[in-house]
């Protein structure tokens, strides 16, 4: 159940957009985003759930496409401190996992000056 | 503004020694997870708990165990060490259920076996 990433390493220069996807192979409840920093924790984004609206804030955004069990991350014009590995973790069925989330193994986003 | 503590940032342990890695949260969670992370395998689970004494395996358990006796306490456990134990182990906690909110995270401990 762990979701696919996709690229696996995206490399801009400032001021370009990316597009991060997560696939699942199963109904996803829900998408959680998270951003991480060499030698730090993963710091949470934004969650999407099943039925809700795009989320945002700032120059980054994300959809959730129940039909094909995906989500999108978009960064756009994309700063130095985008930099980072982004993971989304997904959820399924409300009631049975607990709160569990499976993670992707992670996209590798560099931006240049 | 602490809200997941890790009790150790760095370890050095010797092949078979048990170790014990300590984790904290501050936020009334009822979910607490272990995570190991090596690089280009992202984020796997080894164990989860929703409740006190409650624990679930996680996708790779084997080698490890887990307690939780006070709500803010999740302990690992690595029984008998190894060098393929060596790693990047992160805690985390969250709401009980996966759309509640965030999982916040602690700083990671960097275990080396040898």
């Known amino acids: 159940q762990q979701p696919v990433q996709s690229p696996q390493a995206v490399i801009l220069r400032e001021g370009e957009d990316a597009v991060i996807n997560c696939s699942s192979s199963?109904?996803?409840?829900?998408v959680h985003w998270y951003r991480q920093k060499h030698g730090e924790a993963p710091v949470f984004l934004m969650i999407?759930?099943?039925?809700?609206e795009q989320k945002g804030h700032d120059k980054i955004s994300a959809s959730f496409n129940e039909k094909k069990q995906q989500s999108s991350l978009y960064l756009t014009a994309s700063q130095l401190s985008y930099s980072g590995t982004y993971f989304c973790?997904?959820?399924?069925?409300?009631?049975?996992?607990?709160?569990?989330?499976?993670f992707g193994r992670g996209t590798q986003l560099t931006v240049w000056p | 503004d602490v809200k997941v503590t890790q009790s150790s940032r760095y370890l050095v342990k010797r092949t078979g020694e048990k170790v014990f890695l300590e984790c904290v949260q501050d936020?009334?969670?009822?979910?607490m997870f272990w995570y190991r992370q090596d690089p280009g395998l992202g984020l796997r689970l080894i164990y989860f708990?929703?409740?006190?004494?409650?624990?679930e395996k996680g996708d790779i358990p084997e080698g490890y165990s887990v307690s939780r006796e006070k709500k803010e306490r999740f302990s690992l456990i690595l029984e008998s060490a190894s060098t393929n134990q060596t790693s990047m182990y992160l805690c985390?906690?969250?709401?009980?259920?996966?759309?509640?909110?965030?999982?916040?995270f602690g700083q990671g401990t960097r275990l080396t076996v040898v």
């Open positions: 985390a906690s969250s709401f009980l259920e996966a759309g509640k909110g965030e999982a916040f």
């Open positions: 199963k109904a996803l409840y829900s």
């Open positions: 999407l759930l099943k039925g809700g």
């Open positions: 973790g997904t959820g399924y069925d409300r009631g049975s996992t607990l709160g569990r989330l499976y």
């Open positions: 936020m009334d969670h009822e979910n």
């Open positions: 708990s929703y409740d006190v004494k409650m624990k």
